[in-house]
């Protein structure tokens, strides 16, 4: 059998036998210094209608480290036909993305080297066997840092991975950035990160670093909410063990390395509750405070009175939402983020959820209430004569058949989607969120009657609700199911499987609507969470048109008032954009009372409450907001690379890898698996493109596979070579699989009980034989439309 040349290699096997040898050679470490497929983005997740798909995930050919977790190279290859730099601009997004230094592209005959450690940078050629060595790149990137031998030891310190999950790279970019700050003698840093991408866990090997290098012996971790430091303390801080405390009480025990409190636990009313001077002001090396938004932003809080009293401590401040007022800011104690890592980013790379929104309006909501001269509530209590609108529902007065609507909205949506879809209800206070638990029961008794914990009101008043939050975020956890709540869940709070947020307070600050969106963002394939759904009934949504939001929903849907809560899968909703509400008066009857609770609640039960309008909208690749149909999306995906059915067609039959076709489209978000539960199963990826976007009658991968059984292409091959082929057709027929060049599908089954790869392709009398047999085969399945082409 004639060997292949390079040119006539795939990219993997350029890769196996040529670029891992040249590494290995050059005294990397294959088992602690290189990680081939380096994962960089789990694949974005697309949502249409009720179905949810990922795309591909990206990964680096190979990315080098120094040591466990520290990252110094990225090396990308491509196939001996293309040049030695095509694949560098995509290592040098992989190495920005992971700050690594040094850059290399290969295409199995060289490498082009990109050096961001000097200035002006320039790209050199080497030869296979010039590949540096981990000695020549460790001393290149010492140089750069311009650091003593002391502070390069601490950037050099391992991450811990023993028993842990793997980082991700901008967890990795964000401790190492932060290590880095350190070593450089900052003592004061922020980190913003999107709910859901890991703070706990950065803090984590950030604390672990630095004190295995000796830079921090204690640690004080701070948070505002005792569920945030149970959590911390049972999951991500876990490896600390004994070394780890909690601070209750008063008294404080000075032998402990890592100590997690509340800010309420060692604040006090009075001097001598205040327990944080029972440590000496220079007790703590290092401050981490979880959710630095909170109170630590604002100069005149007690909390900042903590910070300063350890003012010695390097102190690092981790949020999603870093506030930025007039009266209150976290940049200007902490400075700058040095990192950021932006919910929009984290959807884009496929580790946060994507969510659409359904907006209903409520006919009281935007046109106000102004009740009749002399009108009591029902209590006997006389109105007061104004209009009342959006912000003024169920804190200065209550519509009680409004809570009923919502409460039937909200279960109307579960029962046609999941009804045991874990689910938290944003309430405008301890009350609302009492009154809508009971509509919540009314509606859904037989539920109840199963358990009484399917609905649960969850607030700071509650301690039987508290004790239930536990269950709540476990995904274990059948129960709660439904949650009603006003402030406690707003931040912080892991529900990893929340599945459907409920907006029925107005919200105002960007701030707090981030974290409340944040609740739904975590991904749980594996409890079938790939997306969320946000219910907003007081146009808190509109934010998403705020510039500094940066994380549009893929959907907002508006059903009409007779129709369903759940939008239809494939049907066009409206208009493109945000919808801004056409106009109308965001807060009918003035401006929304201050926060507390106002001197009088009326309740009002004889006030009937309409639904006006629903709409859904998705968020597209770019991050715009769209409201199409999926067929209409996938016209316009399609589209932007094919203007014409003929210039499709062209691609196509030209092209030697249909694959990659599909693939590409898939990565332009075109959900070809959403497609076909909805078109048909049973066409193939090039039918659907035709037949949705370019109006052609579409022919069933069966009655292809048939028409080419029929033409008698097979007669000219051997037996076995025939069988080959027929299987491959079935194969397209049964799954689905394009036919492929790739001998690579030879290995598995059915292929493998007739013999090896080597000797099923000497049937055909070589590579390049086999080859071109696939290749008419696949010109006979799509013979109509090559006749139109």
Not at 366 to 393: A, V
Not at 666 to 682: C, D, I, N, Q, Y
């Amino acid at each position: 059998m004639t060997i292949p040349n390079i040119e006539q290699l795939n990219e993997a096997e350029v890769r196996s036998r040529f670029v891992l040898p040249a590494l290995t050679q050059a005294g990397w470490d294959l088992h602690s210094q290189i990680r081939e497929e380096y994962t960089m983005a789990a694949g974005r997740i697309d949502v249409r209608g009720s179905l949810a798909t990922r795309r591909k995930s990206k990964f680096a050919d190979y990315v080098l480290f120094l040591a466990a977790g520290v990252p110094l190279a990225v090396v990308e290859a491509k196939d001996a036909t293309q040049s030695a730099g095509a694949g560098m601009q995509q290592a040098l997004d992989y190495a920005e993305r992971l700050d690594a230094p040094f850059v290399f592209s290969t295409n199995g005959k060289s490498f082009k080297l990109q050096d961001r450690t000097v200035s002006p940078v320039t790209e050199v050629e080497l030869a296979m066997d010039q590949f540096p060595s981990p000695d020549e790149l460790q001393e290149r990137w010492k140089a750069s840092t311009k650091l003593g031998q002391a502070e390069v030891e601490v950037m050099e310190e391992p991450f811990y991975f023993a028993g842990a999950r793997e980082a991700r790279y901008y967890q990795l970019a964000a401790v190492n950035k932060t290590v880095e700050a350190v070593v450089r003698g900052k003592n004061r840093i922020l980190l913003v990160m999107a709910t859901g991408t890991g703070k706990t866990f950065t803090a984590f090997q950030i604390i672990w670093r630095l004190s295995k290098a000796k830079r921090c012996q204690r640690v004080l971790y701070l948070a505002d909410r005792n569920v945030l430091i149970d959590q911390t303390r049972v999951n991500d801080f876990k490896p600390f063990g004994q070394r780890m405390t909690k601070i209750e009480g008063h008294k404080v025990d000075p032998s402990y390395e890592v100590y997690l409190s509340l800010y309420q636990a060692v604040d006090g009313a009075t001097e001598d509750q205040k327990t944080y001077k029972e440590f000496s002001p220079d007790f703590f090396d290092l401050v981490i405070v979880d959710e630095c938004h909170r109170g630590s932003a604002k100069e005149d809080s007690a909390w900042r009175e903590i910070l300063e009293y350890f003012g010695s401590a390097i102190q690092i401040g981790m949020t999603a939402t870093p506030t930025e007022t007039k009266d209150t800011s976290n940049a200007h104690y902490f400075g700058e983020p040095i990192y950021t890592y932006t919910l929009k980013q984290g959807i884009e790379d496929g580790y946060l959820a994507p969510y659409k929104v359904i907006r209903i309006d409520l006919d009281k909501d935007l046109q106000g209430w102004r009740p009749p001269k002399g009108k009591k509530d029902k209590h006997g209590e006389e109105i007061e004569d104004r209009i009342f609108g959006s912000p003024d529902f169920d804190r200065a007065l209550v519509l009680e058949k409004r809570t009923q609507l919502v409460a039937e909205k909200v279960t109307e949506y579960l029962e046609a989607t999941d009804p045991y879809a874990k689910t938290i209800i944003f309430c405008v206070d301890q009350d609302h969120a009492d009154r809508m638990r009971t509509a919540l029961v009314n509606l859904n008794g037989e539920r109840v009657a199963e358990n009484s914990k399917y609905v649960m009101r969850i607030t700071s008043d509650d301690k039987i609700g508290k004790k239930q939050l536990d269950a709540f975020i476990n995904p274990e956890e059948k129960y709660p199911v439904i949650v009603t709540t006003s402030e406690l869940l707003s931040t912080g709070v892991d529900v990893q499987t929340c599945k459907l947020i409920v907006l029925d307070q107005t919200i105002r600050s960007m701030t707090k609507f981030k974290q409340i969106i944040g609740r739904g963002t975590r991904v749980r394939e594996d409890y079938g969470k790939l997306y969320f759904s946000v219910i907003d009934f007081r146009k808190a949504t509109e934010l998403f048109a705020d510039p500094a939001f940066d994380g549009q929903p893929p959907v907002i849907y508006e059903p009409p008032p007779d129709g369903p809560v759940v939008p239809p899968d494939d049907s066009p909703t409206g208009e493109d954009g945000a919808g801004e509400g056409g106009g109308e008066p965001p807060f009918p009857g003035g401006a929304p009372p201050e926060d507390g609770e106002p001197r009088v609640k009326y309740v009002v039960d004889d006030v009937d409450v309409w639904v006006l309008a629903e709409r859904v909208q998705y968020v597209g690749p770019d991050g715009k907001l769209i409201t199409e149909s999926l067929r209409d999306y996938t016209r316009s995906a399609v589209t932007e690379d094919f203007a014409t059915l003929d210039d499709f067609l062209k691609h196509w039959f030209e092209s030697e890898r249909k694959q990659a076709i599909i693939d590409e489209l898939a990565e332009r978000g075109v959900m070809f698996e959403a497609l076909s539960e909805t078109v048909g199963k049973e066409l193939s990826a090039f039918d659907l493109v035709c037949h949705v976007v370019f109006d052609q009658p579409p022919l069933t991968r069966k009655q292809r596979a048939d028409g080419v059984k029929q033409s008698g292409y097979f007669a000219q091959y051997s037996d076995v070579a025939r069988v080959v082929l027929e299987a491959l057709l079935d194969k397209y027929a049964d799954e689905g699989v394009e036919p492929d060049s790739d001998a690579g599908i030879l290995k598995v089954q059915p292929f493998e009980q007739w013999g090896t790869v080597v000797e099923l392709v000497g049937q055909f009398g070589g590579i390049e034989q086999y080859e071109e047999a696939v290749r008419g085969l696949e010109q006979a399945l799509y013979e109509p439309e090559m006749a139109g082409a």
